[in-house]
């Protein structure tokens, strides 16, 4: 139950999207600047306005599994739980995002809205949507989503390299590890106060480490303490990054990253103490390449749109790949026959967790031995991962499947080669398989 009090100072909103968080989030600061009165959304999309993984014709989102929707549960929990601490409310909508905030700001004489800025094509077509709708509203859109911000990329968006190692070249040569730029931004620790009381079940912080995937904040700032402050995982990462299963080979940050429970600028702090504290080398410096090839999708997406979902992809080839339901079916439940392809997605449709090789892996399979539309293995990503994220999946499929960024413009993995090079003894498809 939601009261207004009769009093209207200047107010604010926060919509929150894929920044699950109260730390680093620069259009937060700059709206409290602004407003004398504050209340937080999330906007929850209804059924309808998803889209099923077949209907690849569609730039809708695909609908979450349970255990992806799990997870943002908990991480709003999560939010409701930080903001509470800081004398604030969480509001979750349902439906529309447009119609419903549209609708919000406007009953509630809402002045300034504020929002983290995100690569995606709908989330950005939302946004304009609402800019033009509110014509008594001021928009603040901050970053927080990549590493580099927009500003401080040395070529403007339509003039992103279209492939990663020139794009990551220029960066390294303007920007430093540890250049005030890629610093989190100051932590919000007073809000103003809420013009919304929200009667709502109490919650409380979930932030056990346990080795698997909890939403929120808590958890993730957890889990960034746990590797780097608690662990040496760091200086041996690039080493063990290909492994197939083992929770410790990889960061695992990807689904706290994914739905903004943590900022990449707070991960990159903490390497680059790190590196100050234990070790520097190049296993830690390869972390903070990881991240800029997140960038990298995440920047190249704004640049490419709608054609981040088209079937000739960004460079415009067109794939001589079809699609036949019941193979895409085996591939989707772990049946191809290719051992180590289905042992992967058994793991995937367990855990909603795939490691990097993993997923190449089976998208190689996909694409190049069944022949199948990658678009279908994109939304099956799409549907199926905990840390899905519009930038890097889309972007990984079409490298994947040569309508992408790859400058060689074609890559089919050796399956039987791969075998023997990442599970010579059998025991991730003897886990997996039986
Ligand atoms: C076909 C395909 C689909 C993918 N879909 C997604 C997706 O939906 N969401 C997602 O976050 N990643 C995706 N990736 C990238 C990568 O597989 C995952 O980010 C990584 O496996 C997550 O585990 P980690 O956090 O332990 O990664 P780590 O190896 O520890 O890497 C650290 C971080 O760097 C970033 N990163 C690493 N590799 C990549 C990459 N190839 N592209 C972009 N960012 C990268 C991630 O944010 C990751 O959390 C995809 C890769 C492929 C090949």
Known sequence: MVKISSTQPIRGLFWFRNDLR????????????????????????AEKEYRTVEDVFSTKPVLPNDRRAQFLNESIDDLRYKLRRLGQELLVLRGDSVTQLSSFCQQNNVSYLGLTDHSGFNERVQVKALDEI???TRVIIGEGTSLIDEKELPFSISDMPATFSPFRRKLEKSLERTDDALAPSPMVT????????????NVS??????????????????????????SHQASVYKETRNALDTWEHSTKFSPWLAHGCISPKTILKALVEYEEAIERNENTYWIYFELLWRDFFLHLQKRHTKSWFAFDGINGTVPSTDFRQ???QRWCDGN????IVDACMKQLSATGYMSNRGRQLVASCLVHELNLDWRYGAS????????????????NWQYLAGVGCDPRGYRQ??????????DPNGEFRNRWLT
């Not at 109260?22 to 009165?37: K, R």
Request: glycine content about 4%; charged content about 15%; aromatic content about 14%.
């Open 326 to 328: 019941s193979e895409f």
């Open 205 to 230: 912080a979930n932030n056990q480490v346990t080795k698997q995937f909890t939403g929120g904040e808590s958890a993730a700032l957890r889990h960034l303490d746990n590797y780097f402050k608690h």
């Open 413 to 422: 993995f050796n399956l039987e080669k791969q075998t023997q090079m990442y």
């Open 134 to 136: 509110l014509v008594h």
């Open 380 to 395: 099956w990503f799409e549907h199926s991962l905990l840390d899905y994220d519009v930038a890097s999946n889309w972007g």
């Open 336 to 339: 191809t026959g290719y051992e």
């Open 22 to 45: 109260t730390h680093d989030l620069p259009a937060l600061s700059q709206l409290c600047e602004h407003v004398e009165e504050l209340a937080f959304v999330y906007v929850m999309a």
């Open 190 to 201: 007073q809000l103003p106060p809420p013009f919304l009381h929200n009667v709502s079940p």
